[in-house]
């Protein structure tokens, strides 16, 4: 099993920046890729950032290219901390930011995760 908690949301001004958390325990957390996703109500989740076991291996998606950075690092004792630097934020980046892991095939895709944590909101103001 593995344990996934979102930190970090909250209000920013369009333009301003944001750092996300999300603390990964449980199982060998450091082998697992993981990714950011966001979701706003009535619509699908969305694939935000994708980081490999490798912490050198990244994909974003088009919306975020250029403003949003995913790193991870080994925290000890079986954890794993997952960040999301957002900058230059605009309103249609206002969602719940959840944090997922262990994709199995295309890690665009929601339901390639097995892991999900209970998201983080990110409310941008005009």
């Known amino acids: 099993q593995v344990q996934l908690v979102e930190s970090g949301g909250g209000l920013v001004q369009a333009g301003g920046s944001l750092k996300l958390s999300c603390e990964a325990s449980?199982?060998?957390?450091?082998?697992?890729?993981m990714g950011w996703f966001r979701q706003v109500p009535g619509k699908e989740r969305e694939f935000v950032a994708h980081?490999?076991?490798?912490?050198?291996?990244?994909?974003?998606?088009d919306a975020v290219k250029g403003r949003f950075t995913i790193s991870r690092e080994n925290a000890g004792n079986a954890r794993n901390m997952l960040y999301l630097q957002m900058n230059a934020l605009k309103s249609d980046d206002a969602a719940v930011y959840l944090c997922?892991?262990?994709?199995?095939?295309?890690?665009?895709?929601?339901?390639?995760?097995?892991?999900w944590g209970q998201g983080a909101q990110v409310t941008v103001s005009p």
């Open positions: 449980g199982r060998t957390v450091s082998g697992l890729a």
């Open positions: 997922a892991a262990y994709p199995r095939g295309g890690f665009t895709r929601p339901s390639a995760y097995r892991y």
């Open positions: 980081i490999s076991a490798d912490p050198n291996v990244k994909n974003y998606a």
